[in-house]
């Protein structure tokens, strides 16, 4: 009668021991596999030994990895060859990565030497590949030096060279301008009180301009400034009672919007002249003048009534369409005229708040966005192309 023998290595006893406790063992003259031992083939005659299946075999399988990489980086003479070698034996898929993956097999005693061993070879392999890596790169190198030809006498390439950027050449002009003009720079906080951002300039506490949805409060007394004009309201009572004052007071804004035409942040340049006599006709003479300079000698202007609670009488200022000079055109809407700015004679609750008489000075101001300006004047559609820094944008000025 045959039986089926199965030869156990001496490290393969306690998986047997364990398999006669749990009754999972069969041994007779049956044809009938053990459980646990359906992977064995052929029935009759088996010789299974844990000791060669286990450590050995492990062992033996990473040490022939490492001898078959050694041995292909040798004859590996381009850069695609060496990645199929590290994507054959080290990827997520590699030789060596399915080997290791069998540790679980082994006994808890014997994995840190196989994961050692394993270690060591990977990084040893690892270390191969990087080094044939540089000796391919010194061999590509040396061969452009020897196949190309540099030709001395060529003249070199021109470096680019930086640009302003085209709100600080607008707003540079605009401060020469008014500079020749005999007025002077003022500057003031960005984080202003509400006193001189509202108060002071005649806003009440009902007016939408202080709707927190307008503007950007950091306490209820505190906000990022909504305009420049904060700044002349400090002027004045730092000047009071001296006459003339003569300022632009240039800086950045904030206000809650963000689209093509507007930003949360933008430029604004505000103009302030206090005397004893000034005229609705000298803020104009001012302003045709700066309009003139800024987009040609040929602009006029047009005051349109309007309101500002900090001016009276208030006027919107327009100036002749710079495409098509008044003619008509989509730029314009048809109409010849584009406005860049808002003015006005002084308010005298402003003059009083600041300390001077209404009844013995009288002034005018003015406020303009320069990125408005700016616009205008380089024919720019989108107000976000300040902001993005696009270089092929920048270059252009």
């Known amino acids: 009668m045959l039986k089926a023998v199965w030869r156990v290595g001496a490290a393969g006893i306690p998986v047997i021991e364990e398999f006669r406790y ?137 470096l680019r060279r930086g640009h302003r950027h085209p709100i600080s050449l607008v707003l540079e002009e605009i401060k020469d301008i008014f500079t020749a003009m005999g007025f002077e720079i003022a500057e003031g906080p960005e984080v202003e009180w509400d006193y001189y951002n509202f108060e002071a300039l005649n806003i009440p506490k009902d007016h939408p301009a202080r709707d927190m949805q307008d503007s950007f409060y950091i306490t209820d007394e505190i906000l990022l400034r909504t305009h420049t004009s904060p700044v002349q309201v400090r002027v004045l009572e730092k000047s009071v009672p ?53 987009f040609g000698q040929d602009r006029q202007i047009r005051l349109r009534p309007s309101f500002f609670p900090f001016t009276e009488p208030s006027a919107e200022v327009d100036i002749s369409c710079v495409n098509c000079g008044g003619k008509g055109c989509r730029v314009c809407s048809w109409t010849g005229w584009l406005e860049i700015l808002g003015a006005g004679m ?17 002034g005018f101001a003015f406020g303009m966005g320069v990125e408005r300006i700016a616009m205008l004047k380089y024919g720019i559609p989108d107000l976000r192309l300040f902001f993005e820094n696009d270089i092929r944008f920048l270059h252009q000025f």
């Open 22 to 158: 749990k009754k999972r063992a069969c041994f007779g003259p049956r044809r009938v596999v053990p459980r646990g031992f359906s992977n064995l083939r052929p029935f009759w005659w088996r010789r299974f030994n844990f000791v060669e299946r286990g450590v050995c075999s492990l062992e033996k399988k990473i040490l022939e990895i490492k001898e078959r990489v050694l041995s292909e980086l040798k004859k590996a003479e381009s850069f695609d060859a060496i990645q199929e070698i590290r994507v054959k034996f080290l990827g997520k898929k590699g030789e060596l990565t399915q080997v290791l993956r069998q540790m679980g097999t082994l006994a808890p005693e014997e994995r840190p030497r196989i994961g050692q061993l394993a270690n060591e070879v990977r990084a040893l392999l690892t270390e191969r590949l990087e080094k044939k890596l540089s000796i391919l790169r010194e061999q590509e190198k040396e061969k452009k030096l020897k196949s190309e030809r540099i030709d001395v006498t060529l003249p070199g390439r021109p």
């Open 242 to 294: 001296k006459v003339p004052v003569r300022i632009i007071a240039p800086g950045k804004v904030y206000r809650r919007d963000d689209d093509a035409t507007h930003s949360p942040m933008f430029h604004q340049v505000e103009g302030l002249l206090v005397d004893k006599r000034c005229t609705l006709g000298d803020l104009k003479g001012v302003l045709l003048a700066f309009a003139r300079q800024m």
């Open 346 to 362: 002084v308010h005298p609750r402003v003059l009083e708040t600041t300390g001077y008489n209404p009844e013995e000075v009288v």
